[in-house]
T-cell receptor, first 112, second 114 residues
Framework: KAGVTQTPRYLIKTRGQQVTLSCSPISGHRSVSWYQQTPGQGLQFLFEYFSETQRNKGNFPGRFSGRQFSNSRSEMNVSTLELGDSALYLC???????????FGPGTRLTVL | AQSVSQHNHHVILSEAASLELGCNYSYGGTVNLFWYVQYPGQHLQLLLKYFSGDPLVKGIKGFEAEFIKSKFSFNLRKPSVQWSDTAEYFCAVNAPNGNNRLAFGKGNQVVVIP
């Protein structure tokens, strides 16, 4: 099976812009979670989608949003970018909630 | 909220030495426990997991971890490390009640010197 794929792999944006990141889960996986990884804060949970519904949300401002499509693919959006949003954004999929999560390579976002 | 503590963020050791990484979590209920590894330039991969049963779990590449419920700990061990074990190791916890929200520790950067 193909692993979790994320596009794009790298992004450079400026403050105030918005960005959309995409994630394709492993075939058959219905749960998709997003995490932010920074040197200072480590890995932090953003949100989780299961069957097109947001099931959990982390402590991030409303500028961070996401959605999941009927084919389980997911997107996350960050509006009004700030310098502090620079991070590696990881997507993970799992066949069911509570199970092992399989991570993608991430999208490296740099905000200038 | 769940929190996960990993100590000794930077670990340097020689090949053939033994490795033990500590992980403590704060959550009173039943939890699922994981150790993930991130090799240089690669994405996070699962080393091992504990859901229930035998508290000593074995994972890939000779790693094992022991769940001690009374100590809220899930420590990772490998008896003899290799240079290829150089990586960052993350402990993670979630509550299995339909929750896919992983809480990660800050990670241990392990460098193995040949």
């Amino acid at each position: 099976k193909a692993g979790v794929t994320q596009t794009p792999r790298y992004l450079i944006k400026t403050r105030g812009q918005q960005v959309t990141l995409s994630c394709s889960p492993i075939s058959g996986h219905r749960s998709v979670s997003w995490y932010q990884q920074t040197p200072g804060q480590g890995l932090q949970f953003l949100f989780e989608y299961f069957s097109e519904t947001q099931r959990n949300k982390g402590n991030f401002p409303g500028r961070f949003s996401g959605r999941q499509f009927s084919n389980s693919r997911s997107e996350m959006n960050v509006s009004t970018l700030e310098l502090g949003d620079s991070a590696l954004y990881l997507c993970a999929s799992s066949p069911r909630q509570g199970d092992e999560q399989f991570f993608g390579p991430g999208t490296r976002l740099t905000v200038l | 909220a769940q929190s996960v503590s990993q100590h000794n963020h930077h670990v340097i050791l020689s090949e053939a030495a033994s490795l033990e990484l500590g992980c403590n979590y704060s959550y009173g209920g039943t939890v699922n426990l994981f150790w993930y590894v991130q090799y240089p330039g690669q994405h996070l991969q699962l080393l091992l997991k504990y859901f229930s049963g035998d508290p000593l779990v074995k994972g890939i590449k000779g790693f094992e971890a022991e769940f001690i419920k009374s100590k809220f700990s899930f420590n990772l061990r490998k008896p003899s490390v290799q240079w290829s074990d150089t990586a960052e190791y993350f402990c993670a916890v979630n509550a299995p009640n339909g929750n896919n929200r992983l809480a990660f520790g800050k990670g241990n950067q392990v460098v193995v010197i040949p």
